[in-house]
């Protein structure tokens, strides 16, 4: 094995997250903008005490990476707004509840019931979150739940 071909190789070799990877599965996937500004925070604090501690290569990986968690925290904090701590209260709120209507929605596509998971994770919300659940429940498809029209699953 030649060290030409090594460092030819290790061109295309990426230490850090990709921006694909940041985006869909880091952010992307966390459920609504509440959601997903705190996972921005979360690693925009974690990449922040990183560097502190790092310098050279690495520290050029992490800056990239957090770079791109601020390019999304800075646009959902335009979309949230201020946060003061009734606000982050009707968030927090919603996201839960938007989580666990998810959670329902994909326990009825995959076994046709709701878990028993589920249910105490639905429970476990304020009354009036929970109602509104069932209520959405027992009138969209699983699909349209999770924001898929009904055209699209043609």
């Known amino acids: 094995m030649k ?3 090594i460092e030819i190789l290790l061109k295309d070799y990426e230490g850090c997250h990709s921006d694909f990877q940041i985006d ?4 992307g996937n966390q459920g609504d903008s509440w959601a997903q500004y705190k996972q921005c925070l979360r690693e925009i ?8 501690s790092k310098t050279g290569k690495a520290a050029g990986e992490t800056e990239k ?3 791109r968690f601020v390019f999304h925290a800075l646009r959902l904090k335009e979309e ?3 946060v003061t ?3 982050r209260y009707q968030l927090e709120t919603k996201s839960w509840a938007a ?3 998810k959670m329902a929605a994909i326990d009825i596509m995959a076994s046709g019931r709701i878990s028993n998971q589920t249910y105490d994770f639905l429970f476990a919300l304020p009354k009036e979150s929970m109602v509104d659940i069932i209520r959405k429940l027992s009138s969209k ?4 739940l999770l924001g898929f029209e009904s055209e699209v699953m043609k």
């Open 3 to 5: 060290n030409a071909d």
């Open 24 to 27: 869909n599965f880091i952010i």
């Open 45 to 52: 604090n974690g990449r922040v005490e990183i560097l502190e």
């Open 65 to 67: 990476e957090l770079a």
């Open 80 to 82: 949230i707004g201020e």
């Open 85 to 87: 701590d009734e606000k």
């Open 99 to 101: 989580k666990g209507l």
């Open 141 to 144: 498809k699983p699909m349209e």
